[in-house]
């Protein structure tokens, strides 16, 4: 099977931290490098969680630090949702592997530039880190295959009425990707909110008995007792659709839209405005997911979450 | 249920024009006034219109011009929809009437205090005259007991990605209405959009023999082609939906909800932000309309316009 080389950008935080388990369990998939950008926590903090997390998979690949903030907007991070270190819950082994010395946008130029084939940028933050490899080498835009991520939604948003948080926090950089001309899949709360992970899923990974396996379900746990005070029947795995869609993109129901991003607006700062009546007649620019099949993504995350238990990755 | 006071703000507009023979028929409805607005067409035509229709209903209310034009953007108009005239070019006589000099706003205010808090406006184009009313007369939202209007959209819109008609050709009177205390009712294209008439509805209708029911048909003939043209299955009861939920909320789907309209964005002006379940819970001013019986509310529309010998 050839595998799609892959660098994962996220802000670790708990659905990311799932997303990079799910895709270091994956062989449809070779992952180049890692880059942390700021959102859920401070760039510190997702930076250290993102090492926690590849010493706990044994993933050995390049980690490299993001931006400290957002191209343009104000920084603004999400404790309420994962809590004061971004990725609050279970004991996490402590970094057993040092940070590149190069931040994350050299890393990504570094890595695109030297791969023989295209590269698939997976994004479950604000898309800061990629805006600014696009602005800074435009001439790597045909070496990259296509970005998919998580953040927006083309009908309501999250963090405002209108507008959804990975796409709040940065929506310039957002701008920069959906005008790239790069094939894109959007996987925004439009599918994202109907990727639930109910209890008693957590309770099929728990039961799988590994190392992994238990502190995906913890995380797990914590991340829907937030959302069940806003009245979720489970957790909605935002970050791990946009690394399924790679995976296994039978499981997705999709839409071709052209979306822009608003970035200004009393109301409307980061809204992802999709062109659903074709008004503006310009071709679609993004593959926006709107459904999921539920079960089949509970099944991928337990067949592959089991995989800790059978193979220690290297 | 009993009969209340009503206002029509209206832009005929050929909805607007079926909205209004409907409502002739609609005991419920005691029409104070029928106030008209630029937005499909110029103010004075449809002024003009508002005149037609009064004559071929036979109805008896009086009419009051508005504002020619949005608060504080340039007008934009729906003729390439509504054609030039505003009724989609039928060939029906212009009244030489008079209208009164006093202007919508004033007969507004006028007319809410005289019904002690019982009216009720139903707002079926741009809201310049409710703007202008609201900015005029402070105590103008304790004296209205409800606004219905049609506009907006939660998701989507018609004439940006993201907005609609009605509320784009007037973002700042929109959003001054939602603001002003006034419970607000949005019957938006989330609802209107699904009450569609097939042509053969639409034939059936103007087969019942009135000339009335003839004009509901032929008033549509020219949008309807358009609405074709998009894939829709008929053209859309915008207005007439509007008005009926005013009379009977029964066949409809209902949310109390935030809403706000963007008065500032550079993709995203004149949508209506509804806050249906975000983490930042905007203050619950507007009731929303997502869905219809579409079968029932035909069979009403049907029934209604029957009414006319």
């Given at each position: 099977?050839?595998?799609?080389?892959?660098?994962?950008?996220?802000?670790p935080?708990?659905?990311?931290a799932i997303?990079w388990v799910?895709?270091a369990a994956?062989?449809?998939?070779?992952?180049?490098?890692i880059?942390?950008?700021?959102?859920?926590?401070?760039?510190?903090?997702?930076?250290y969680n993102a090492q926690r997390i590849c010493t706990l998979l044994h993933l050995c690949?390049?980690?490299?630090?993001?931006?400290?903030?957002?191209?343009?907007?104000?920084?603004?991070?999400?404790?309420?949702?994962?809590?004061?270190?971004?990725l609050?819950g279970p004991i996490l082994p402590e970094p057993d592997f040092?940070?590149?010395?190069?931040?994350?946008?050299?890393?990504?130029?570094?890595?695109?530039?030297?791969?023989?084939?295209?590269?698939?940028?997976?994004?479950?933050?604000?898309?800061?880190?990629?805006?600014?490899?696009?602005?800074?080498?435009?001439?790597?835009?045909?070496?990259?295959?296509?970005?998919?991520?998580?953040?927006?939604?083309?009908?309501?948003?999250?963090?405002?009425?209108?507008?959804?948080?990975?796409?709040?926090?940065?929506?310039?950089?957002?701008?920069?990707?959906?005008?790239?001309?790069?094939?894109?899949?959007?996987?925004?709360?439009?599918?994202?909110?109907?990727?639930?992970?109910?209890?008693?899923?957590?309770?099929?990974?728990?039961?799988?008995?590994n190392p992994v396996a238990a502190i995906v379900?913890e995380w797990?746990?914590?991340?829907?007792?937030?959302?069940?005070?806003?009245?979720?029947?489970?957790?909605?795995?935002?970050?791990?659709?946009?690394?399924?869609?790679?995976?296994?993109?039978?499981?997705?129901?999709?839409?071709?839209?052209?979306?822009?991003?608003?970035?200004?607006?009393?109301?409307?700062?980061?809204?992802?405005?999709?062109?659903?009546?074709?008004?503006?007649?310009?071709?679609?620019?993004?593959?926006?997911?709107?459904?999921?099949?539920?079960?089949?993504?509970?099944?991928?995350?337990?067949?592959?979450i089991?995989?800790y238990?059978?193979?220690r990755r290297? | 249920?009993?009969?209340?006071?009503?206002?029509?703000?209206?832009?005929?507009?050929?909805?607007?024009?079926?909205?209004?023979?409907?409502?002739?028929?609609?005991?419920?409805?005691?029409?104070?006034?029928?106030?008209?607005?630029?937005?499909?067409?110029?103010?004075?035509?449809?002024?003009?219109?508002?005149?037609?229709?009064?004559?071929?209903?036979?109805?008896?209310?009086?009419?009051?011009?508005?504002?020619?034009?949005?608060?504080?953007?340039?007008?934009?108009?729906?003729?390439?929809?509504?054609?030039?005239?505003?009724?989609?070019?039928?060939?029906?006589?212009?009244?030489?009437?008079?209208?009164?000099?006093?202007?919508?706003?004033?007969?507004?205010?006028?007319?809410?205090?005289?019904?002690?808090?019982?009216?009720?406006?139903?707002?079926?184009?741009?809201?310049?005259?409710?703007?202008?009313?609201?900015?005029?007369?402070?105590?103008?939202?304790?004296?209205?007991?409800?606004?219905?209007?049609?506009?907006?959209?939660?998701?989507?819109?018609?004439?940006?990605?993201?907005?609609?008609?009605?509320?784009?050709?007037?973002?700042?009177?929109?959003?001054?209405?939602?603001?002003?205390?006034?419970?607000?009712?949005?019957?938006?294209?989330?609802?209107?959009?699904?009450?569609?008439?097939?042509?053969?509805?639409?034939?059936?209708?103007?087969?019942?023999?009135?000339?009335?029911?003839?004009?509901?048909?032929?008033?549509?003939?020219?949008?309807?082609?358009?609405?074709?043209?998009?894939?829709?299955?008929?053209?859309?009861?915008?207005?007439?939906?509007?008005?009926?939920?005013?009379?009977?909320?029964?066949?409809?789907?209902?949310?109390?909800?935030?809403?706000?309209?963007?008065?500032?964005?550079?993709?995203?002006?004149?949508?209506?932000?509804?806050?249906?379940?975000?983490?930042?819970?905007?203050?619950?001013?507007?009731?929303?309309?997502?869905?219809?019986?579409?079968?029932?509310?035909?069979?009403?529309?049907?029934?209604?316009?029957?009414?006319?010998?």
């Amino acid at each position: 099977m050839k595998k799609i080389p892959i660098i994962l950008d996220g802000d670790p935080g708990h659905d990311d931290a799932i997303a990079w388990v799910l895709a270091a369990a994956s062989p449809e998939l070779d992952i180049r490098a890692i880059t942390s950008s700021c959102g859920n926590q401070t760039i510190e903090k997702t930076t250290y969680n993102a090492q926690r997390i590849c010493t706990l998979l044994h993933l050995c690949v390049p980690v490299a630090k993001g931006r400290v903030r957002p191209l343009v907007s104000e920084p603004m991070n999400a404790p309420s949702v994962h809590g004061e270190s971004g990725l609050d819950g279970p004991i996490l082994p402590e970094p057993d592997f040092d940070l590149e010395e190069m931040d994350a946008v050299t890393l990504m130029e570094k890595i695109i530039r030297k791969s023989d084939e295209p590269i698939t940028i997976v994004s479950t933050g604000p898309l800061t880190n990629v805006a600014a490899l696009l602005l800074a080498h435009p001439e790597l835009k045909s070496k990259i295959a296509h970005i998919s991520f998580m953040g927006g939604g083309v009908q309501y948003g999250n963090w405002t009425p209108a507008a959804e948080f990975n796409i709040l926090v940065d929506p310039e950089a957002a701008d920069v990707v959906f005008r790239s001309g790069i094939p894109i899949t959007m996987a925004g709360l439009d599918v994202t909110e109907k990727a639930l992970i109910f209890p008693e899923d957590f309770e099929r990974i728990r039961t799988l008995d590994n190392p992994v396996a238990a502190i995906v379900a913890e995380w797990l746990e914590f991340f829907y007792l937030f959302h069940r005070n806003l009245g979720y029947k489970g957790a909605p795995l935002h970050d791990a659709v946009a690394v399924a869609v790679l995976v296994k993109p039978e499981l997705m129901e999709s839409q071709e839209l052209f979306v822009q991003v608003e970035t200004i607006g009393d109301f409307c700062k980061g809204a992802t405005v999709a062109d659903f009546r074709s008004i503006l007649k310009v071709s679609p620019n993004a593959k926006v997911l709107m459904g999921i099949d539920r079960q089949g993504f509970v099944d991928l995350l337990v067949e592959r979450i089991a995989k800790y238990g059978k193979e220690r990755r290297t | 249920m009993k009969c209340f006071p009503v206002i029509i703000d209206c832009d005929p507009g050929v909805d607007d024009a079926a909205a209004l023979l409907l409502a002739k028929q609609m005991p419920e409805l005691d029409i104070r006034a029928v106030t008209t607005v630029a937005g499909n067409v110029g103010v004075d035509q449809t002024t003009v219109n508002a005149l037609r229709i009064r004559a071929a209903s036979g109805a008896a209310y009086p009419i009051f011009a508005g504002a020619d034009k949005p608060l504080f953007r340039e007008r934009i108009d729906a003729s390439a929809f509504h054609g030039e005239d505003g009724l989609g070019g039928v060939a029906y006589p212009v009244p030489k009437e008079e209208i009164p000099a006093e202007k919508a706003w004033d007969a507004i205010y006028r007319i809410a205090k005289e019904c002690n808090g019982e009216l009720v406006l139903i707002a079926i184009g741009p809201l310049t005259n409710i703007g202008i009313a609201l900015a005029k007369y402070k105590e103008l939202p304790q004296l209205v007991k409800k606004a219905v209007i049609m506009g907006g959209a939660a998701v989507g819109g018609n004439v940006t990605p993201c907005a609609e008609f009605n509320i784009y050709a007037d973002p700042h009177a929109a959003d001054m209405l939602f603001c002003s205390g006034i419970p607000v009712y949005m019957c938006g294209l989330d609802v209107t959009m699904k009450a569609f008439v097939t042509p053969e509805e639409l034939d059936e209708i103007g087969a019942l023999g009135s000339s009335q029911a003839k004009l509901f048909r032929e008033v549509f003939q020219m949008g309807q082609k358009k609405y074709l043209e998009w894939g829709m299955k008929g053209v859309a009861l915008h207005d007439p939906l509007a008005l009926y939920y005013a009379v009977d909320d029964s066949i409809f789907e209902t949310h109390h909800v935030g809403i706000r309209v963007e008065t500032k964005g550079a993709l995203t002006l004149g949508k209506t932000v509804t806050d249906l379940y975000s983490d930042k819970q905007m203050e619950h001013n507007a009731y929303i309309v997502m869905d219809v019986n579409r079968e029932v509310f035909l069979q009403k529309v049907m029934e209604l316009m029957k009414k006319y010998d």
